[in-house]
């Protein structure tokens, strides 16, 4: 393939660039890659910014260039390239560059909606159940009865032996939804419009115990902005020990001098809690400066004036893991746990 690709590349460079676009995502098919990867994916190689949106399922992702996914920011522009994921569905993936499309591009399109087509035909079967709040309250509520909880399921079209998975909303509600098979694989992540927390996929009687899962969940989740940076969905399943922490915290549990550093370097600039929560969760200070949009040395310098507030270094993993549990703490603070 290599040496198709180097040959095509001497004879025309289109040529060349379409076949490595047809290798990059028959590799992420063969490989089961979910739908973030494939828009990740259609994003790098267009090199613009990637969304597939799909309202009836509502299934909206949005990848960066660079292969961060950010929030949807408005609606497609008609100008911009894009292409229906099939016939009689939906979705759509767009890529947000003012038209006409190039020939790399119509590429990118046409293989990324074929890979989506693929994850989709797999895990269609993972959907909200149908809307009866009523039930869903019942479901969810430790307190019911199995018998009561089990007309419930009944009434939303959940089988006893299937399985679902409960999400808590920002602004207090509910929403069950229905996980046919874990064995086809990880579920594609949903954006739900706001702040989500996802309970993990558990047998219809266990409900309760996913609800209050996705509860802990939601408060560990942020907005997303300057001053509140964070995911806006957090699954359970992969809080780890961070389920203790949001446990242990309520609103009589004192701050601790850490929390209290924190609060007085956010006062200190704009970027800062930005700033500190790319440290503290990137891979390494370069990916937190590429996250950020900013030069090395710039981050460096705010690292810098960060640490004299803090009154610690976090350039080391001792000083980062303090830091993302300080951050963590702040979120919690924030979004304290329904009465």
Do not use: N
């Amino acid at each position: 393939m290599e040496d198709l690709v180097s040959r095509l590349d001497a004879l025309d460079p289109d040529a060349g660039a379409a076949v490595r676009v047809i290798a990059y995502f028959d590799q992420l098919i063969e490989g089961r890659a979910g739908l973030e990867a494939i828009v990740r994916g259609a994003a790098a190689l267009a090199e613009c910014p990637a969304r597939l949106v799909d309202d009836e399922h509502r299934l909206h992702l949005r990848v960066m260039p660079d292969g961060r996914p950010v929030h949807l920011a408005d609606l497609p522009q008609p100008s911009w390239p894009h292409t229906p994921v099939g016939p009689g569905d939906g979705a759509v993936l767009w890529l947000e560059r003012p038209g006409p499309v190039k020939p790399v591009e119509a590429m990118v399109l046409e293989r990324a909606a074929a890979a989506i087509r693929t994850v989709l035909s797999r895990t269609r079967g993972r959907a909200p159940v149908k809307a009866d709040d009523a039930s869903v309250e019942v479901i969810v509520d430790p307190g019911a009865s199995p018998e009561a909880r089990l007309v419930a399921a009944r009434t939303l079209g959940l089988a006893k032996a299937m399985e679902a998975r409960a999400v808590a909303l920002e602004g207090g509600s509910v929403r069950v939804e229905a996980v046919v098979s874990q064995a086809q694989g990880p579920a594609p992540r949903m954006a739900y419009g706001r702040r989500a927390g996802v309970g993990p996929a558990v047998p219809v009687l266990e409900l309760p115990d996913s609800c209050a899962a996705a509860r802990m969940a939601l408060r560990l989740t942020a907005e997303g902005t300057d001053d509140e940076p964070g995911p806006r969905t957090v699954y359970a399943d992969q809080l780890g020990a961070l389920v203790l922490l949001a446990q242990s915290v309520g609103p009589e549990t004192p701050p601790i001098p850490d929390e209290l550093a924190l609060e007085h370097a956010a006062a200190a600039a704009p970027w800062m809690l930005s700033t500190l929560h790319a440290v503290a969760t990137g891979s390494s200070l370069r990916g937190a400066a590429a996250a950020l949009r900013v030069h090395h040395s710039t981050l460096q310098e705010r690292i810098s004036h960060a640490e004299r507030l803090l009154g610690w270094s976090v350039r080391e993993p001792d000083g980062r893991l303090r830091l993302h549990l300080a951050l963590a703490l702040r979120t919690l603070r924030r979004h304290p746990a329904a009465p």
